[in-house]
């Protein structure tokens, strides 16, 4: 027996009206379970216990950036090299009151080292004698005195070398020449092996200038059998001439040797020292030759 008779008008349309409704309750049904999106339907699975509220925002996912747009984000980053425009700016003029000025120099403060003390030396020089001499005068001895001289040490006098006599432990001499002391001054004493491995301290030797005669030779008085005979000498303290012969001593220590026209020659009595005064013009103020010559009258002088 068949269910829907498609003979009769009213079933038809009972048919077609019942097989819409089924497709309308479809479609509802579709939308309420998935819905018309695009997005992949998420299943939901039906439990007892509801799921407790989230307080906190639901983050979204970053957005999916392509290839292309990050070469396009790159390109922004890059930097932008600015090339100017060419131009030509005006010299600018010279400013007359500008000029350089050099730096002050550093102001160095001077700092004096310490001084590193000698060590004292391993030979000990005590004394010399005679300490003190006068120049121009002959060789003389030099005794030295002091402790742990050896045969091989010598005297040394302004750093040469002199001949030594090794007297003993405590004493040496030599012989100092005439050459040593021709000019007045110090001369350095110091006793030492030439190899300088044992040495001494320095002692000095003082040389001072001789006395000198206090005379100036004025003039010469003379026969023309005997010329030279006389000497006409000034004191230079009080200005008395007098006249001396040869072997007058003068001044207590000066013996005439030679008078000439040119200089007079002394010798002193106590250091055997040679003194030339030259012939000079003297203050004549007192003494015979001070008195004035009286003037002759000649037959020339007659009218």
Do not use: C
Request: glycine share 6%; hydrophobic share 35%; proline share 12%.
């Amino acid at each position: 027996m068949a269910l829907v008779d498609l003979s009769k008008p009213g079933e038809k349309k009972k048919l077609i009206f019942a097989a819409g409704l089924g497709l309308g309750a479809i479609i509802v049904l579709y939308w309420v379970l998935i819905g018309f999106d695009s997005r992949t339907p998420v299943k939901t699975t039906a439990s007892a216990t509801p799921p407790p509220r989230s307080t906190a925002t639901t983050q979204r996912p970053a957005p999916v950036v392509s290839a292309s747009q990050q070469v396009i984000d790159a390109a922004r980053m890059a930097p932008i090299e600015y090339v100017p425009s060419s131009y030509s700016a005006p010299e600018a003029k010279r400013n007359i009151f500008a000029y350089y000025e050099p730096p002050k120099a550093p102001v160095v403060v001077p700092t004096t080292p310490t001084p590193t003390p000698t060590p004292p030396p391993p030979v000990l020089l005590a004394s010399v004698s005679p300490s003190n001499v006068y120049a121009r005068t002959a060789d003389f001895k030099l005794e030295a005195a002091g402790d742990k001289f050896t045969p091989e040490m010598k005297i040394f006098v302004d750093g040469r070398e002199l001949p030594t006599t090794y007297r003993g432990p405590q004493q040496l001499s030599t012989t100092i020449s005439a050459s040593f002391i021709a000019a007045p001054g110090a001369r350095q004493i110091v006793v030492r092996t030439p190899d300088n491995r044992l040495y001494s301290n320095q002692l000095a030797v003082n040389v001072a200038a001789p006395p000198t005669p206090n005379y100036t030779y004025i003039g010469i008085i003379g026969t023309q059998d005997r010329i030279g005979d006389t000497a006409l000498v000034q004191d230079r303290g009080n200005r008395n001439v007098s006249s001396v012969f040869r072997g007058d001593v003068i001044g207590g220590r000066f013996r005439v040797t030679s008078i000439s026209e040119k200089e007079l020659v002394v010798v002193d009595t106590s250091l055997k020292i040679k003194h030339v005064l030259p012939m000079t013009e003297g203050d004549k103020g007192s003494g015979p030759l001070s008195r004035p010559t009286p003037r002759v009258d000649s037959e020339d002088d007659e009218p």
